[in-house]
């Protein structure tokens, strides 16, 4: 198993990685989607796509979790979603209390990285004990 510092970097190399492919999918299918759907269907569109990439990389280069049945898999996905979910309210709730408290961009932005920082801590445990827990083990 690597350094905690090795798996700490590639974390977040795959946090910024699946951010930017996010980002990049949503402009791409807004320029494919136009009218009242164009906003909602590039957000769903780019969360699948972010989700699907930090899935993958975690599996394999943070947990080297290994290929399993349909249902084991499938069972890891929503666990893997679930976290993501949590996480993304902590997020969203850390940025909004900022921009409330101070009412500013930077206090807003602050926020969200705090936010953003904290949550990815936290679902990397509960990946780690929850999602690619090891075989066998409760």
Request: net charge positive.
């Amino acid at each position: 198993m690597p350094a905690r510092e090795v798996i700490a970097g590639r974390y977040v190399l795959f946090a910024v990685l699946a951010a930017l492919l996010n980002f990049g999918a949503q402009a791409v299918s807004l320029t494919a989607i136009h009218g009242p759907p164009a906003f909602w269907s590039s957000v769903v569109i780019g969360t699948g796509v972010g989700f699907f990439v930090k899935y993958i990389l975690d599996k394999l280069f943070i947990f080297r979790d290994r290929r399993e049945s349909l249902a084991r898999e499938a069972n890891k996905i929503f666990l893997y979603g679930l976290s993501a979910v949590l996480t993304t309210l902590i997020f969203w709730l850390c940025e909004w209390t900022c921009w409330f408290v101070w009412q500013n961009s930077l206090a807003k932005y602050a926020g969200g990285a705090f936010g953003l920082a904290a949550g990815y801590v936290l679902k990397y445990h509960m990946d780690k004990r929850l999602a690619f827990r090891p075989v066998g083990s409760t």
